[in-house]
């Protein structure tokens, strides 16, 4: 376990000091190697989720998952957005000393994120049917969707406080407490998983009730270590006042978190009936495998990019410019090639890895070859997460948001409503890779323009 610190010790420095000193290859690895092993257990979590559904409840039971999360996780990203907001302030206030803000920061966090959770779960809970048609919930897939968003919102709020919390440990300097946020969930579904879906015969309900107890798991990790696990946010009663300046800055900067699910969300709405009127429910489910993969497959890179966000936070806030400029170097670079690596793996095994979640030939008939073309531009999604992150880290919410919405908002919506009508199914495909390399090329041209803006000297 972390030492506790407190601010009394002399002669030692707050964990998150060493952001501003040591080297900047140590300190990614140190803070991306549990952010992508966290989010290599919360993907394999849904990978082994669509597996036991596919394999056995029915292969529509994954489109039905595939309406579901994208709902419950537009609820979460209010709880990512204001811990991605608030992380930012925090870590640039940690960067310049100025404790007592990050404190007041914390405290107008946790206000936020339990209110306006339970008031979505609220409306989202009268609404129900309303939101699954609207998301893609029909014909053969509404009865699964129905039992599953019924349970998951139980869960919502305690998963929304858990990505808070998460943002929180990483804008302190505790990245393997982040990536215990993510861990314990994950872990405990799988446990749950193999229990109430196979051995309790409980089927969709099975399914939904082993991922709402992971996040409550989750959330409690979360309120544990933030109260006696030695962090360095300390629980004041009158910092959950809410401040204007301060809810404005959180929302200024997290709204970029929110905004991208929401475009996201409407990308799943535009895409789940899409494939009905192209391809049919069969291909909701093979886009469902596909969806899965992705987090799954490009886990690396996203560690990448979640330990690239409080260095170069941290380091902005200290004026330290050259270590900003080196960070983002280190991480294009690294991101870039782990993620050649990840195409080549899926160029290689896509008939392996289609079949892992369904014996249904149809289904990997379609995914299989599918993967191979959504994935054809994965070595540029490292330029087009280091891009939106480093404005996100350093407070620039206006071109942090556009090139966070660049990709599914200016591009693949776009192209998904037009494509498919000269191309069929495949045009939803092509959609995507022709998406990645349109939203690569904006990141690198704004980051170059950003970079170069930066004085020399290095305080």
């Known amino acids: 376990m972390w030492p506790v610190l407190s601010e009394g010790e002399s002669g030692q420095a707050k964990r998150s000091d060493t952001m501003g000193t040591a080297p900047i290859p140590t300190l990614l690895r140190q803070q991306a190697i549990p952010a992508a092993l966290g989010i290599l257990v919360l993907s394999l979590n849904g990978i082994i989720d669509t597996i036991f559904v596919g394999h056995w409840i029915d292969s ?18 209010i709880g990512m957005s204001i811990g991605v907001g608030g992380a930012s302030i925090i870590s640039r206030a940690l960067g310049a000393g100025e404790r007592e803000k990050a404190n ?19 409306i989202g809970s009268f609404l129900q049917d309303e939101v699954l048609g609207l998301f893609g919930g029909k014909g053969d897939i509404l009865p699964y969707a129905q039992i599953y968003f019924k349970i998951i919102l139980v869960g919502i709020p305690f998963l929304a406080f858990a990505m808070m919390s998460n943002n929180v440990f990483r804008a302190e300097g505790r990245p393997k407490m982040a990536m215990m946020t993510m861990l314990i969930p994950a872990v405990v579904n799988l446990v749950l998983d193999p229990i ?6 409980m089927s969709m309900h099975g399914a939904g009730w082993a991922t709402t ?27 959950l006042w809410l401040k204007a300046a301060i809810v404005y800055e959180i929302f200024a900067i997290g709204g970029v978190t929110l905004a991208r699910q929401g475009v996201i969300s409407v990308l799943a709405i535009i895409l789940n009936n899409a494939f009905f009127t192209y391809g049919g429910e069969i291909s909701l489910s093979a886009y469902g495998i596909i969806n899965r993969m992705m987090m799954f497959v490009n886990f690396p890179v996203f560690g990448i990019n979640q330990g690239f966000v409080p260095i170069a936070g941290f380091n902005y806030g200290a004026e330290k410019w050259s270590r900003v400029r080196e960070v983002i170097r280190v991480a294009i670079t690294v991101g ?9 793996g899926i160029f290689l095994f896509n008939d392996q890895l289609a079949a892992t979640f369904t014996k249904d030939a ?98």
Not at 108 to 118: D, E, K
Not at 336 to 344: Q, R, Y
């Open 60 to 77: 529509l039971a994954i489109g039905a998952i595939t309406v579901v999360l994208p709902i419950s996780f537009l609820i979460a990203a």
């Open 104 to 122: 007041r920061v914390f405290g107008n966090q946790l206000s936020l994120t339990i209110f306006l959770a339970l008031l979505f779960v609220f």
């Open 196 to 201: 109430l879906i196979v051995g309790l015969d």
């Open 213 to 239: 107890i992971s996040y409550i798991a989750s959330a409690a990790f979360g309120m544990w270590f933030l109260v006696f696990g030695g962090s360095e946010m300390k629980f004041e009663p009158a910092n």
């Open 336 to 344: 870039t090639g782990l993620a050649c690596l990840i195409f080549l």
């Open 362 to 459: 149809q289904l990997i008939e379609i995914a299989a070859p599918a993967m191979v073309i959504v994935f054809f531009a994965t070595p540029l999604i490292g330029i087009q997460l280091i891009g939106a992150s480093y404005f996100q880290a350093i407070g620039k919410a206006f071109p942090a948001l556009m090139l966070s919405l660049s990709k599914q908002g200016f591009f693949l919506i776009p192209l998904i409503l037009i494509l498919p009508r000269f191309f069929g199914i495949d045009g939803i495909w092509y959609s995507f890779p022709i998406a990645d390399i349109a939203a690569a090329v904006l990141s690198f041209v704004m980051l170059r323009i950003a970079t170069a803006k930066l004085p020399r000297e290095s305080v």
